[in-house]
């Protein structure tokens, strides 16, 4: 139903996004995909690259006056980087001479990369491997997004430990407080901090900045945990039917494919395994606490009391909020470098290969998770509810949630 495909390296001329699937009739608009595009490259503990780059999505097609053709739209983001790599990264044969990389660094793509494809330098992989490839994501996610709000939905989120400093923060959360706010160490305000790590909780934002200032200092990195929030799905998006076809599969292995995402869990995830059945499973609450919408629909049908599985049952969507949580690991180009090995002739060398990385990426992978599970609920909506049209679609999501309540003879 919908399908992404992207293309491009880290230091090529720049990245191409095709988005085929999306119905006719959507309002679509280039500063939709800047928004989100900006709100990659901000965050505490990134590094020079993102100084560079402006982000920026030309659509090429399938978008005409504003709004979506039902043919497949094409997206082409400048690398602005690239006037410093143009003959290392040359597409034609070059004779200028340069460097290959050879002190594979360990937990990155390199040394599984150069087996498998057999190649004698580290850039072939680590060009493609680089969480540059990631901005084709989020361009692709805003499109996403835009499709979803015309249903209602919204896709959030938040770093819940950065670290080793785990946040507690107070739901529903203010997402405008972690939205854009410029940070440099001199500035004070807490809310400021908050949107520098995208985090919740201000005092733990606080100990976060602190932990990146000295990892920065010992030439390390970082890693943390995100959780990414949607609000407004309605009940049975997804299917039990088949394993591939349960929501629960594609969410997980759509955020897994992030760059450094280890682990995966919805809801209270591994925590369920110290519980009880009896305190696990989320009881339905009775029609007479039902809330109704104006028009007499239900709001919610057949609401929670609780939201343990993440807004997920039998790959799912349970219509409470879908609640899903990565663990990242530490950006594996270390300042300071591990030791490793010399890829032409395997012997020890006491650093791996550094260009330049972030200290932490963590709250762009909270951005970058965001981008996939709109992409994931996006492909489930239009699965259930089809249409070539945006207002045939609607119409049959408005017919479906009316339907949606107990099934009174």
């Not at 191409?16 to 280039?30: D, K, Q, R, Y």
């Not at 400021?192 to 201000?202: H, I, L, N, T, W």
């Not at 969410?251 to 869990?265: F, H, P, Q, R, Y």
Request: charged share 25%.
């Amino acid at each position: 139903m919908l399908r992404f495909l992207t293309a491009g390296e880290s230091h090529g001329p720049g990245l191409t996004v095709i988005i085929e699937g999306l119905p006719a009739g959507l309002h679509i608009s280039e500063d939709d995909i800047s928004r989100d595009l900006s709100r990659r490259q901000v965050g505490y503990g990134r590094g020079a690259r993102m100084q560079i780059e402006q982000d920026h999505a030309v659509i090429r097609s399938g978008v005409r006056h504003g709004l979506t053709m039902g043919s497949p739209i094409g997206l082409t983001i400048e690398n602005r980087d690239w006037a410093n790599w143009g003959e290392t990264m040359s597409i034609e044969p070059s004779s200028v001479p340069f460097d290959k990389i050879l002190k594979i660094r360990p937990g990155h793509a390199d040394t599984p990369g150069i087996a498998k494809y057999m190649q004698d330098d580290a850039r072939n992989i680590l060009e493609r491997s680089s969480a540059r490839e990631s901005t084709s994501r989020v361009a692709a996610g805003a499109i996403a997004r835009r499709f979803l709000e015309e249903f209602g939905i919204q896709v959030n989120s938040h770093v819940t430990v950065l670290g080793g400093v785990h946040a507690n923060p107070t739901y529903p959360i203010d997402w405008t407080t972690l939205e854009d706010t410029p940070y440099h160490p001199e500035d004070r305000p807490a809310a400021s901090k908050m949107a520098a790590v995208r985090c919740a909780d201000p005092a733990a934002a606080e100990k976060m900045i602190n932990e990146i200032d000295s990892a920065r200092a010992d030439g390390d990195s970082l890693g943390g945990v995100i959780e990414i929030i949607a609000t407004g799905a309605p009940i049975g998006l997804g299917s039990h039917i088949h394993w591939d076809r349960k929501l629960t599969t594609k969410l997980a292995a759509a955020v897994m494919s992030i760059n450094a995402v280890k682990g995966v869990e919805f809801g209270a995830g591994f925590d369920q395994g110290d519980l009880r059945g009896s305190t696990t499973h989320d009881v339905v609450k009775p029609i007479d606490e039902w809330e109704k919408l104006p028009d007499g629909n239900w709001e919610k049908p057949w609401p929670r009391k609780t939201n343990n599985s993440g807004g997920l049952e039998g790959g799912m969507t349970t219509g409470e909020p879908v609640v899903v949580r990565a663990v990242v690991k530490p950006i594996a180009t270390i300042i300071n470098g591990l030791p490793t090995v010399d890829l032409s002739s395997g012997e020890l060398v006491e650093r791996a290969h550094f260009e330049r990385s972030d200290i932490t990426f963590v709250p762009t992978c909270a951005t970058i998770g965001e981008s996939m599970v709109a992409l994931v609920l996006a492909e489930a909506l239009l699965e259930k509810f089809g249409g070539d049209h945006i207002e045939e679609t609607k119409r049959n999501w408005k017919s479906y949630m009316a339907t949606t309540g107990p099934r009174r003879e």
